[in-house]
């Protein structure tokens, strides 16, 4: 089968800041690819890129075999890749249900076809009773699984995740894992997930890749990128880092946060 995403050497600039530097991989459809890497490396810079929010100055983005660095993320949004933030975005005051509809209030779909779609994506990840309520009233951990639901209400191909278990509550990061194995399972949905949680990783992802100063400083299994040297080193050396690494599941025992 084609694979969903080929990335080739692709690089961005903020000023003298070199956000991206030469990133390449390819992403096969259904499976989940693991991000990681100190804060700062280029993580979000690379899903804004990915998705269209930013464009890139070189290198190529294919999604489906089609060049797509040139989209913008309304029509990325229709051709099949979701995203979902580090910081939910979802409108506070609209109703639960109402954010559900925002991704396909230009789609050629029924009113009935939209509105079935949003109950069963809300029932999905346990917000069916929570529909009518304002989405201010739900918390973080909540906003978070209302995201991924409103990701999937186009049924896309390819889901962009930024940092999706930070700050969530533990029974409802069981759910939201639960829920994205199931999408990656029987709707062959793929993704990319932002975490520095290799426990996670590992119950999700057979690949990890990790950056650092915009680039790709190792690719592998999870277990294999949170023992490499190189990827230990980027997490301690870097300013502002001291201390911060990957989270291992000896780590997360003793309740360890990054
Ligand atoms: P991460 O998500 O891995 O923490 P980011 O992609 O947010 O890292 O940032 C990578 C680098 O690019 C950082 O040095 C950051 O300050 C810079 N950067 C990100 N977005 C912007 C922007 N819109 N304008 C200027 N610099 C940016
Ligand atoms: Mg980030």
């Given at each position: 089968?084609e ?5 080739d050497?692709l ?30 490396s ?28 040139n ?9 099949g ?7 939910a ?5 609209l109703?639960v ?71 969530v ?38 690949t ?17 990128v949170?023992?490499n040297?190189?990827?230990i080193a ?25």
């Amino acid at each position: 089968m084609e694979p969903v995403l080929q990335v080739d050497s692709l690089s961005k600039r903020f000023g003298s800041i070199v956000a991206l530097d030469r990133i390449s991989f390819t992403l096969e459809a259904g499976s989940i690819l693991g991000l990681i890497g100190p804060n700062g490396s280029g993580k979000t810079t690379l899903l804004n890129t990915l998705n269209g929010l930013y464009r890139p100055d070189s290198g190529e983005i294919r999604y489906l075999g089609r060049p797509t660095r040139n989209l913008r993320p309304h029509q990325l949004a229709l051709l099949g890749i979701s995203r979902t933030f580090q910081t939910a975005r979802v409108f506070h005051t609209l109703t639960v249900y109402q954010n559900m509809l925002i991704p396909l209030v230009h789609a050629r779909l029924s009113r009935n076809e939209v509105q079935e779609r949003a109950r069963q994506l809300l029932t999905f990840v346990g917000l069916e009773r929570s529909q009518a309520l304002p989405a201010s009233e739900l918390s973080g951990g909540q906003q978070k699984l209302l995201e991924f639901a409103r990701a999937l209400m186009t049924e896309p191909r390819l889901v962009l995740m930024d940092e999706p278990f930070g700050g969530v509550h533990p029974e409802i990061k069981a759910l939201l894992l639960e829920r994205i194995r199931e999408a990656q399972r029987e709707r062959q949905v793929s993704f990319i997930i932002v975490s520095h949680e290799i426990p996670d990783l590992m119950s999700l992802a057979r690949t990890v890749i990790c950056m650092s100063y915009g680039r790709i400083i190792a690719r592998g299994t999870p277990q294999e990128v949170s023992e490499n040297p190189e990827v230990i080193a980027a997490y301690l050396g870097h300013p502002g880092g001291q201390g911060q690494r990957p989270a291992t599941s000896l780590e997360q025992a003793g309740g360890h946060a990054s």
